[in-house]
Nanobody, 124 residues
Framework: QVHLVESGGDLVQAGGSLRLSCLLS????????VGWFRRAPGKERMFVAT????????YYSNIVKGRFTISSDNAKDAVYLQMNSLIPEDTATYYC?????????????????WGQGTRVTVFS
């Protein structure tokens, strides 16, 4: 098990930036694979980005590629999502998800643990 806590969500104007943080605490497994997902109002939870904390390998959804950057700071047991050039369609609750032994987390089924989410609202 691991406790995932997201933060950094806010209200931001289109074109602006935000950085989300996910802190992993109390983990008793590697949890190398960590991903960000989001759920917009009335829509399904969808994959945003993932990172392998050991190798630094990353993978992005086409919707955010080139605008968002996922990174990790293993000394702090933290994973970040830098979001630039935000658009109203990025409005959603963003969730951090981690896999005990998986290389990455690109879909809901691969996640063993989830955070509670942090809300991002982009207005035009």
């Amino acid at each position: 098990q691991v406790h995932l806590v997201e933060s950094g969500g806010d209200l931001v104007q289109a074109g602006g930036s935000l950085r989300l943080s996910c802190l992993l605490s109390g983990r008793s497994f590697p949890y190398d694979g960590v991903g960000w997902f989001r759920r917009a109002p009335g829509k399904e939870r969808m994959f945003v980005a993932t990172i392998n904390r050991s190798t630094g390998s990353t993978y992005y959804s086409n919707i955010v590629k080139g605008r968002f950057t996922i990174s990790s700071d293993n000394a702090k047991d933290a994973v970040y999502l830098q979001m630039n050039s935000l658009i109203p369609e990025d409005t959603a609750t963003y969730y951090c998800a981690a896999s005990k032994y998986g290389y990455s987390v690109t879909n809901v089924a691969e996640a063993d643990d989830w955070g509670q989410g942090t809300r991002v609202t982009v207005f035009s």
